[in-house]
């Protein structure tokens, strides 16, 4: 019988085995290998004296797997906290992968998480990825827009050109809408990717929505709050009062021009994976929005060395 690699049970079985003393011999034909199945084991993975402690045999197993050229498996604990981010924190293989290399050594790629979840047959790992595991680009064109129904409207080619995304205190805002008009607000700072939001309690009118903005920003008014950027809706028609009461200019972008303020589109789908359309809002409590809130502001992100948004955002207010 050739040699055969054994399993954590079986290593455990060794050990308990040799504890009372068992021969190889015994051990092989109990666990169904050879008996220098069990010599190999106990000359590779046991101690200097002949000793053989099961914990240390598996780790020693575990490293020299690891270090096999093309072999990819990883520790069962590692494969488990993985699946863990993915199913309670929603984070994507390439910020689990960035996080747990920068934050705390541990080597795992982002194809090999993809790998993962594409082996997951139960389907709950693709259930919580942002795309559900299916991808569609369109290319961006750019429809420049001159004038809307927004009285004094400024368009974004008027936003002054250190709001790149890298300085802080630039902020985007967009809403959330169900089929009966229902919506949340959602604003973020563009170089932390930071979030707030709230649940809206007379839909998209304008006034109420200007003063939500008010409300959520009133806290970091101030020198290090620069611009706000958001599309041509209507609800955002109240731009003039925001900008009275907070300082701040409120640029629009074009038309059909999404790309223009990526940063709170992207975070919007992130929100979706907890809020999907077709749910109606009005049954979403504050407390479930703070929730998912707080849940986005600390998955960690590559354009911030893996650190979060929460993290990155409250530097600048200490």
Excluded at 10 to 17: D, H, P, T, V
Excluded at 72 to 93: F, G, N, T, Y
Excluded at 117 to 124: L, V
Excluded at 226 to 231: E, F, G, P, R, V
């Amino acid at each position: 019988m050739k040699y055969k690699h054994l399993t954590s049970e079986q290593r455990y079985y060794i050990y308990l085995e040799r504890q009372k003393g068992s021969t190889r011999k015994s051990i092989a034909e109990a666990i169904g290998v050879s008996e220098s199945t069990i010599s190999r084991e106990l000359r590779r993975n046991g101690g200097k004296n002949g000793s053989y402690n099961f914990m240390k045999a598996q780790e020693k197993a575990d490293e020299r797997s690891h270090r096999s050229p093309g072999n990819r498996s990883k520790p069962a604990s590692l494969v488990w906290r993985v699946k863990q981010l993915i199913m309670d924190e929603q984070w994507s293989p390439s910020q689990i992968s960035g996080y747990l290399h920068e934050k705390e050594g541990v080597q795992i790629s982002h194809e090999t998480i993809y790998k993962l979840i594409r082996n997951d047959g139960t389907g709950k790992l693709s259930e919580n990825c942002r795309h559900r595991m299916k991808y569609c680009k369109s290319a961006s064109r750019k429809h420049e827009t001159k004038a809307t129904n927004i009285k004094n409207r400024v368009s974004i080619h008027d936003r002054p050109a250190e709001a790149d995304g890298k300085r802080f205190g630039d902020w985007e805002m967009d809403l959330i809408v169900d089929k009966d008009q229902n919506g949340i607000l959602t604003m973020v700072e563009r170089s932390t990717n930071f979030l707030l939001m709230a649940k809206l309690k007379h839909g998209k009118m304008a006034m109420p929505v200007a003063m939500t903005v008010w409300r959520l920003l009133l806290p970091y008014k101030g020198e290090m709050m620069h611009t706000i950027t958001t599309d041509n809706g209507p609800e955002f028609a109240a731009h003039e009062w925001i900008t009275k009461q907070l300082g701040v200019p409120v640029y629009f972008t074009d038309s059909y021009s999404s790309w223009q303020k990526g940063a709170v589109e992207n975070t919007n789908k992130l929100i979706r994976q907890y809020i999907p359309k077709g749910m109606d809002i009005s049954t979403v409590s504050e407390k479930r929005i703070a929730s998912i809130q707080a849940k986005i502001n600390r998955r960690p992100r590559a354009k911030l060395n893996f650190n979060t948004p929460k993290e990155e955002f409250f530097k600048h207010y200490t």
